[in-house]
T-cell receptor, first 119, second 113 residues
Framework: NAGVTQTPKFQVLKTGQSMTLQCAQDMNHEYMSWYRQDPGMGLRLIHYSVGAGITDQGEVPNGYNVSRSTTEDFPLRLLSAAPSQTSVYFC??????????????????FGAGSRLTVL | DAKTTQPPSMDCAEGRAANLPCNHSTISGNEYVYWYRQIHSQGPQYIIHGLKNNETNEMASLIITEDRKSSTLILPHATLRDTAVYYCIVRGYSGGGADGLTFGKGTHLIIQP
């Protein structure tokens, strides 16, 4: 049981390049999400998904695309990288809404993070 | 979601109890209090949550005041590995995990040897 796996751990891009951050979970969680963390800013939600085929925007979605073709995977795409996207990115997943409703346990499981530098 | 207020930093001696306060004076009746922590360069880690009653698990205890306007996370015997940023989050269950949790700046707890 690996939990939430993110790849790559480190990436350096040039302005304008595109890339995909991968996120996979093996806990059969319906909910998956992407956060970015900048110094002094806390974590900010980029996009999230409530299940396969369903995605929605978070607080800072501009410049990022997501898709959810399977329950397990939730990739984050940068179409044209900008220096402002230099950050640490975290993927997180959680269980079904019914499970949360029954216990109140909004337990997000996070990946180890992907550090992205855009030059 | 109710706003939370935490001190930016705290020190605690190794082996002593670490008591981390959180103010959430605008909390509503269906909102839970969650605590997460983030050890340097790692992803955040869930610690504990509660609604009204005090809660305890293998990691920590959560004390919620009777009026629910504040709470305290207690690490009973702090170790150097407990040095981390601790986030207090208030969230209603209806939000689920779908639209995320709001992580503020938290409290940087430093355990001193």
């Amino acid at each position: 049981n690996a939990g939430v796996t993110q790849t790559p751990k480190f990436q350096v891009l040039k302005t304008g390049q595109s890339m995909t951050l991968q996120c996979a979970q093996d806990m059969n969680h319906e909910y998956m999400s992407w956060y970015r963390q900048d110094p002094g800013m806390g974590l900010r939600l980029i996009h999230y998904s409530v299940g396969a085929g369903i995605t929605d925007q978070g607080e800072v979605p501009n410049g990022y695309n997501v898709s959810r073709s399977t329950t397990e995977d939730f990739p984050l795409r940068l179409l044209s990288a900008a220096p402002s996207q230099t950050s640490v990115y975290f993927c997180a997943s959680s269980r079904t809404l019914m499970g949360i409703k029954l216990t109140g346990a909004n337990v997000l499981t996070f990946g180890a993070g992907s550090r992205l530098t855009v030059l | 979601d109710a706003k939370t207020t935490q001190p930016p930093s705290m020190d605690c001696a190794e082996g002593r109890a670490a008591n981390l306060p959180c103010n959430h004076s605008t909390i509503s009746g269906n909102e839970y209090v969650y605590w997460y922590r983030q050890i340097h360069s790692q992803g955040p880690q869930y610690i504990i949550h509660g609604l009204k009653n005090n809660e305890t698990n293998e990691m920590a205890s959560l004390i919620i005041t009777e009026d629910r306007k504040s709470s305290t996370l207690i690490l009973p015997h702090a170790t150097l590995r407990d040095t981390a940023v601790y986030y207090c989050i208030v969230r209603g269950y209806s939000g689920g995990g779908a639209d995320g949790l709001t992580f503020g700046k938290g409290t940087h707890l430093i355990i001193q040897p």
